[in-house]
């Protein structure tokens, strides 16, 4: 990663990129905080670009350093661009303790929590959960239905190593064990001060600004990132995800955590209001806003049903 220096331009006559030169380290919690400098190439025009020079697709090939191991967008620490760093560390983990991060999730968050026969990197060669894989839907771009099965679709894009980003394959009932351990501060999977590290704001003011301004870049990155969330809600980022310094009226008080994957799963952890809640849908494209609305209406009601306001 930052082999390339930073991408500064792309000259289209040429099909070739500039770039400027840069050798700032990067550090584990850059990588946890999207402030490293590792843009997703699919989330980048510029990336993009590079990636077709070069006649690669985005986010391809199957290790993490084929997918990940790009031109940087910016100085390392500098600013917020959604990419691959939960990737780089979960490969961080496989070279500091040789577990792969499938060994080591299970033997430190799933057996623990009782959820190991219900989640894994590798669903189609786990004799437990093979059978019971769920079907993948996809709606029109304009987000009509029918809703139609996809069976070409490939979360991991070829890859062959566990990503850190985007590869756990778990069900519903033991998504929600998991999540409701960590909001109840589960001791058996981390120690109180770790929790309340996960949770703590991580931005400077420089990183936040540019969080903020990065959801409303354009409406693929308000639909795919902001989560249905008002711009009007100042936003920062915490270890466990994306972090509202604001509430929003009726849906979620100050200080609510949210996050989300590919097939339109969302959850959050509403802490001051006591609540913590998930719902997964199995739907492409990710995060369409009619999707979008009726996990609003879900968080809606769990506060309503909680007697907040």
Known sequence: MGQYGIITAFDDETNSASFKPDSTPIT??????????????????????????RNEMPWGGPTVEDKAAIPLAYVP?????????????????????????EE???????TPLGIENDTSFWP????????????????????EPPAVDDPTWDML??????????????????YYTF???????????????????????????????ALNEYLALSPAHTQFLALGIPH??????????L????????????????WAGVPSTVWFMDHEAGICGTALCQILPPMLPAVIKLHEEFQRGVLAMAGNK
């Open 28 to 53: 584990l919690r850059m990588l946890l905080t999207h402030t490293s400098g590792n843009e997703y190439d699919w989330m980048n025009p510029l990336l993009m670009k590079w990636r077709a020079s």
């Open 104 to 110: 080591f999730m299970r033997r430190h968050m799933w």
């Open 243 to 258: 972090l509202c310094l604001d509430g929003q009226e009726g849906r979620f008080k100050k200080g609510t955590t949210f």
């Open 179 to 209: 999540l409701s351990a960590v909001f109840r501060r589960d001791p058996r999977l981390l120690k109180e001060e770790s929790y309340t590290e996960l949770f703590r704001p991580q931005l400077d003011s420089t990183a936040e600004q």
């Open 77 to 101: 620490g500098t600013s917020w661009a959604y990419g691959p760093g939960h990737d780089w560390a979960g490969k961080a983990i496989h070279l500091a303790t040789g577990l792969t991060l």
């Open 124 to 143: 189609k060669t786990n004799p437990a959960m093979k059978g019971r894989l769920a079907d993948l839907s996809t709606l029109n771009e304009k987000g």
């Open 232 to 241: 009007t809600v100042r936003k920062t980022w915490c270890l466990a995800g």
């Open 157 to 174: 894009r070829g890859g062959t190593e566990c990503l850190g980003g985007a590869g756990v394959f778990t069900s519903a009932q033991a």
